[in-house]
């Protein structure tokens, strides 16, 4: 059974890996069960860079706040998945 990552993808690699999985699709050689499961891989890492990009722009939102008085603190991620 494979280990699940420690470390989550970054939003490069994650951009790499659905574009291959695009591709296969594309070609249409894949078995129906094959193609199902990189469809379902493809949902995640899609899911996964949406969120990754949520977080950016949360921060950008945090950092380019009117109120130039507020404190900066840490950004952290919300886990609730």
């Known amino acids: 059974m494979a280990k699940k990552q420690d470390k989550e993808a970054s939003f490069e690699e994650n951009i790499k890996q659905l574009e291959a999985i ?3 699709l594309e070609n249409g050689d894949l078995p ?8 379902e891989k493809g949902i995640k890492l899609a899911r996964s860079g ?13 950092l380019l706040s009117e109120n ?5 603190s840490e950004f ?4 609730n998945e």
């Open 68 to 72: 130039s008085d507020a404190q900066l």
């Open 50 to 62: 949406q969120k990754q990009l949520n977080e950016a722009e949360q921060r950008i939102q945090i």
């Open 76 to 79: 952290s991620i919300d886990n």
């Open 22 to 24: 695009v591709t296969q």
């Open 32 to 39: 129906l069960d094959e193609a199902l499961n990189e469809f």
